[in-house]
């Protein structure tokens, strides 16, 4: 038993040595490695899998009897200083890691398949496997300095990641831009850190809670500064785990790999910053200031992720903005206090954001070979529909995914938000108003993409429609994907028009079975598949497997008995830090109770399911020809009024709330009239200067040259005239004291 | 034999005439001769490489005092003698210097077609120059020895140079740091007048009055702060960097910044405690802007080398920083980043000479998706992007965190903007490796394309090695260097 904590330190190099034998195999021996390179992958499951023994042996023994476990080493000393690197393994630990490793083993097992074409395949191993180290390695940190340090190494695997394909120019933007917005959040996190380091003199969690605490409850240090340092921390948690101002990496991330978005934008990487929250709660929970300030981002994250998922095309895109709302309720959840719900949470949903991300790249490999290999084509739900035919079982397992998400009963994701929603109603009515509304714009959006990808007919021929005017192929912009700099109103009206029944079917008429006949045959010349397949077995197994995490992973959270209070594992699991759990943990005592709580909120979700259906549904053939509905939207001025409101949410939500034009404008064109600055400076000035003084002294030379003119009597004149000069000096002013003094000490 | 052989190991008279005898033995050889010139060369330099590590084993870390000290009578009646030894804070810039030397004769191996032989000797006198500016414990000789390491830069830029503006920029190099050292200059009078002597020793112990001490820091700074160099007197730097041929620009970048670095930490502190003390404003802000001012002007340049050049101004800037905030993390910290410096703009410098050598131009514009065509100088010039900005497990990392530390603890709004640069920093290498590395490939420009071969490997692995050695093991300095550095703190009476 005891072993088990004094070997964990291995957990985070298991994976690593993948890396490097597929690093030197690649320098050393290229043509070898790359030969037997299928084979490469059994070794990284194999590692990955053992590491996640070890981590499910640690939590068994953390839920059994959980006690924390820390040991150290120095890195480097001083007398003053010292920098230390150790591993803590307590429950936080034992939760991340057995999450990050069970759904870093089902990713890698799927990516075998997904990825068995690429030719970079060696390469996105040795990625994965150094990003579940140093992902691993974070949750173990036993200090401030560790975090930090696989902090930027986390940011390095997501920036080598979404730059896998690094010759699509959207992606070499797209890394930088991820890369940059994390450098943001990593200042806020170095400046916190030497701000809580001047405070306590300690980066050791244990040591600064407690110093921290202490300092606190005596005044001892200004509460202004505490919060200062807390929330520069916080900028850190906001930058890596996609919060409000700081979120706008997070769509754009979407154009690594698809096992890449599962892994690291949904289920672990984006977590590390709810996970420096979490382990950083025993010093915010002093600090009301923050907690306010985190719950408060946490909503308003919750709330714009999800209107900005509302209207986007791409299907992995629509995915990123829901895992950004749902990071939003974890923040919020730590905010209000509640601990239990916010891990629970993460839990829950990380495995089902991993298992539609999953069924999204199934999908988006069955429609590859028939629309194209670019992401614009393939990932575009404009183009798909009517995919249940095809891909039957990825079907099954999306829509439990998407039902958990939305929150229905029998799923993981409904028991952990609903202990967040009750939560929140409890701490305060007014923040858990716009969580309780985003439930119904969870399940609409969630099941628009579920709707526009499997229900109705195949869509292939939109391809024509669907632009690719962007001239971004030979550019690297320094910020992202370019937003236009002339933002021509006009332009974005006649796309609008063109586009506005991808958000609503009003203009969409049915589609004619001969027409998709005829397209399709058009394109089975084209290409060598005419209708799209199911995925293969290898790929299929992964998310068969966490839609039994999906199915039953809320269960830990549920208490069975009901006599005795925090029976459940998840409780029994926290246990050490009991004084975290929010007070009234009671409320799921009563079943009555808890059922007339769900039922409201499970009331608003399937009321947004519903709208869902009808505005995007195939029944909605049917009730088009019924008068009533048609009365209904055909009343003209009502009509109107509706279409205004649709087109600006549809404006609002495509452009995603204007927040990346706007950081483009201000920040980027900001910098970028700073640089020029700078280069006028240092070219025209800085260097004018020293030009300046060469000539100058050229024509001082010049003129010098015409006194030499070899007049005896100029000299003499010269000569008279500066020697009494020196004389009147000393006559008259004496000789400057100051000089005296620097001179004879 | 063997206890012999560890007697003339275990001074300081192996490596500074060893270079020395390496750079006359050439010119008895005719110039046709080319090879075994070269190879005398790279052969002086390696054995001057392998002296060093000896006194490092021999090394004794628990004491602040100097090691390994020699002296030579070289003026006795003014009482001036020469010193040379070595203590914790001087070894690493020895050991440097000894490791840039050989890389630069090899990196020069086959470029260098006119005047191979005066290269080979200019390259082995800047070595003598510079191992001897690290030993030495005398100021006027830091007076002397820094101001002739200028010449055989020089000539360097000067002949070597690729273009019509390396007059241009030898000139404004020369007359840069001249200028400094003229303040440096009216100082060592002003020391001899009070003392009596220049052994640092000596003056060590010697109380200055303050008023004295103000005037000799601002001579001292005023050449210190051309060669670090600091905000308004930098310019020569990116400009003797681009115009300097590629191994010119590795020594340039490893070497003579550091001297201004050396020259703070050697004399400035320890000798005017009070006067540093009062002028830690006059250093912190202009290290501010610079970090913040010269990765902006950065972003605009279109010149690879000279977006690399720039990065140095803010490094040792940021190095400056940790010096002028006398506690023991910032003076502690800012050792290593010097050393680590040493390693990582040459680096990215060599990156940019391979790519250079293969297609003669070095703007941005002409870059793109190389790494479809070249796969291993992508990985390389990585290593050191991730290097240059600091990030975790490099060599970088090492100094400037404590540095951080360190400024946050003097003056917290110095190290918000030093951090600041953290992020600015990001974005230009970024920015940089983005458009070279991704993105479309341009056939329109570049037509023939080779990885680099294995001479070009061979000079590139002892960098990585290094870089990765420093970031992941980095005991070895706080261990070397500890001692010494407290010493100079409590010297100071900081605390």
């Known amino acids: ?745 | 034999m063997l206890e012999h052989l560890c007697e003339c190991y275990s001074d300081l008279s192996g490596p500074i005439p060893c270079p020395v005898l390496g750079s006359i033995t050439p010119l008895f050889i005719p110039n046709s001769r080319i090879r075994p010139i070269r190879l005398i060369g790279l052969c002086a330099s390696l054995i001057t490489f392998l002296y060093p590590p000896v006194p490092r084993i021999q090394f004794d870390p628990s004491t602040a005092k100097s090691q390994f000290v020699e002296s030579l009578r070289w003026l006795p009646y003014e009482n001036i003698h020469l010193y040379i030894g070595i203590d914790g804070l001087s070894l690493f810039f020895v050991i440097l210097t000894t490791f840039l030397i050989p890389i630069c004769i090899s990196v020069g191996w086959s470029g260098m077609r006119s005047y191979g032989k005066e290269y080979i000797t200019a390259s082995l006198i800047r070595e003598f120059l510079m191992i001897a500016v690290s030993c030495m414990l005398d100021p006027l000789l830091f007076y002397v020895l820094p101001e002739s390491v200028p010449i055989p830069m020089l000539i360097i830029i000067g002949v070597w140079g690729s273009r019509q503006r390396k007059i241009k920029a030898a000139y404004q190099f020369f007359l840069y740091t001249s200028l400094g050292s003229v303040f440096m200059l009216l100082a060592i009078p002003l020391i001899l007048l009070q003392t009596g002597t220049t052994d640092s020793q000596i003056l060590l112990t010697t109380e200055f009055s303050e008023r004295r001490q103000i005037f000799l820091w601002i001579a001292s700074f005023a050449s210190f702060a051309v060669k670090v160099p600091m905000v308004p007197v930098h310019i020569w730097l990116p400009e003797a960097h681009v115009e300097a041929p590629t191994a010119g620009s590795v020594i340039l970048a490893g070497i003579p910044s550091k001297l201004g670095t050396h020259g703070f930490l050697r004399f400035s502190i320890p000798m005017f405690p009070e006067a540093t003390l009062r002028s830690t404003p006059f250093i912190y802000t202009p290290s501010a802007i610079a970090i913040i001012y010269t990765p902006s002007t950065t972003s605009r340049q279109i010149d690879l080398k000279k977006i690399i050049a720039y990065s140095p101004v803010a490094h040792m800037n940021l190095v400056t920083i940790g010096m002028s905030s006398s506690n023991i993390q910032g003076i502690g910290g800012s050792i290593p980043p010097m050393s680590s410096h040493g390693l990582v703009p040459p680096a990215l410098f060599l990156c940019v000479g391979v790519l250079y050598d293969r297609h003669k131009t070095r703007l941005a514009r002409y870059y793109g998706g190389s790494v479809s065509t070249m796969p291993n100088l992508p990985t390389i010039s990585f290593s050191s992007t991730l290097a240059n900005m600091s990030s975790p497990g490099t060599s970088s990392f090492i100094g400037e965190f404590p540095i951080s530390v360190g400024a946050f603890q003097r003056n917290s709004l110095v190290a918000t903007l030093a951090a600041l640069g953290m992020i600015l920093g990001a974005a230009y290498s970024l920015w940089l490796y983005n458009r070279v590395v991704s993105g479309n490939f341009k056939p329109d420009f570049l037509h023939k394309f080779s990885d680099p071969n294995g001479r070009e490997v061979s000079i590139f692995l002892p960098f990585l090695v290094g870089l990765v050695r420093m970031g992941v093991h980095p005991k070895v300095f706080p261990d070397c260097m500890h001692t010494s550095v407290s010493n100079l703190v409590q010297h100071g009476k900081f605390h």
């Open chain 1, 1 to 745: 038993m005891e072993h088990t904590y004094q070997y964990a330190w291995i957990i985070p190099f298991l994976p690593l040595t993948v890396t490097m034998s597929i690093g030197f195999g690649l320098i050393l021996i290229p043509k070898a490695t790359k030969n037997i390179r299928r084979i490469w992958v059994f070794p990284s499951i194999f590692l990955l899998s053992i590491a996640m023994g070890f981590s499910a042996n640690l939590s068994i023994q953390q839920i059994n009897g959980s006690f924390i476990y820390q040991y150290l080493w120095s890195w480097t000393i001083d007398i003053d200083f010292s920098l230390e690197f150790g591993y803590l393994i307590d429950p936080l630990t034992s939760i991340m890691s057995i999450l990050i490793t069970t759904v870093g083993v089902m990713i890698l097992i799927y990516s075998d398949n997904y990825m068995s074409h690429d030719q970079g395949y060696l390469r996105f191993f040795a990625y994965m496997s150094f990003s579940n180290t140093s992902m691993l390695g974070l949750v173990t940190s036993s200090n401030l300095i560790q975090i930090h340090i696989f902090w930027e190494l986390v940011g390095m695997c997501s920036y080598l990641l979404i730059g896998f394909w690094f010759t699509r120019p959207i992606a070499a933007s797209a890394c930088q831009k991820a890369f940059v917005t994390n450098r943001v959040g990593d200042f806020g996190l170095l400046l916190g850190i030497l701000g809580l380091y001047w405070i306590t003199g300690s980066l050791e969690f244990r040591d600064l809670f407690e110093i921290a605490n202490n300092l606190i409850h005596n005044n001892g240090v200004s509460s202004l500064f505490a919060t200062l340092c807390a929330s520069l921390l916080f900028v850190g948690a906001v930058a890596k785990s996609a919060q409000f101002p700081l979120h706008v990496w997070l769509p754009d991330a979407m154009e690594g790999p698809t096992p890449i978005s599962a892994l690291i934008h949904a289920a672990t990487m984006v977590a590390a910053g709810i996970f420096l929250v979490a382990r950083l709660i025993p010093l915010f929970i002093d600090i009301p200031y923050i907690m306010n300030f985190i719950s408060l981002l946490g909503v308003i994250t919750v709330l714009l992720g999800a209107t900005f998922s509302l209207a986007q095309r791409d299907i992995k895109r629509s995915l990123a903005y829901s895992t950004m709302s749902q990071l939003g309720y974890i923040m919020l959840a730590l905010g209000i206090g509640s601990y239990r719900a916010a891990l629970f949470h993460l839990i829950t949903h990380a495995y089902s954001k991993a298992l539609l991300f999953l069924g999204s790249g199934s999908i988006i490999h069955s429609m590859e070979p028939i629309v194209g290999y670019s992401p614009e084509k393939s990932q575009n739900m404009v183009l798909m529909g009517g995919l249940t035919r095809y891909v039957p079982i990825t079907r099954t397992t999306f829509l439990l995914g998407t039902l958990s998400l939305c929150g229905i009963p029998p799923l993981a994701c409904f028991w952990s938000k609903d202990e967040i929603l009750n939560d929140s109603w409890l701490y305060s009515p007014i923040f858990a108003i716009i969580p309780y509304f985003t439930i119904g714009l969870t399940a609409f959006y969630m099941f628009r993409v579920y709707l526009l990808t499997f229900d109705g007919y195949l869509r292939v021929y939109f391809q024509n429609h669907s632009s690719t005017k962007n001239n971004l192929f030979y550019s690297i912009s320094l910020w992202g994907k370019e937003a236009p700099k002339t933002f021509n109103k006009n332009l974005l009206l006649s796309t609008m028009n063109n586009k506005v029944y991808f958000f609503s079917k009003d203009t969409y008429k049915i589609i004619d079975n001969d027409k998709i006949r005829y397209f399709s045959t058009y394109f089975g010349n084209k290409y060598t598949s005419t209708y799209p397949h199911e995925s293969d077995n290898t790929m299929l197994f992964p998310l068969l497997v966490l839609v039994l995490f999906t199915l039953f992973v809320g269960s830990i959270g549920i208490s069975f008995d009901q006599e005795v209070m925090d029976f459940d594992i998840l409780s029994k699991w926290l246990t050490p830090s009991p004084n975290l759990l929010h007070p009234n943990s009671n409320y799921s005592v009563n079943w009555y109770e808890f059922f007339t709580n769900s039922i409201f909120s499970v009331s608003i979700a399937i009321f947004g399911l519903f709208i869902a259906y009808i505005l995007y549904g195939s029944v909605y053939s049917f009730f088009q020809n019924l008068d009533l509905i048609n009365s209904f939207v055909k009343g003209s001025p009502k009509r109107i009024i509706l279409d205004q409101i649709k087109s600006v949410i549809y404006n609002w939500s495509y452009n995603r709330g204007y927040i990346d034009i706007f950081y483009t404008r201000v920040l980027v064109m900001g910098i970028r009239r700073l640089t020029e600055l700078t280069q006028f400076f240092d070219r025209h000035i800085i260097d004018g200067i020293t030009n300046g003084v060469g000539l100058t002294s050229s024509l001082i030379g010049e003129g010098i040259r015409y006194m030499g003119g070899g007049r005896i009597s100029s000299y003499l004149f010269l000569y008279f005239f500066y020697v009494s000069i020196f004389l009147l000096f000393f006559l008259f002013i004496g000789i400057n004291p100051i000089i005296i003094q620097v001179f004879m000490g």
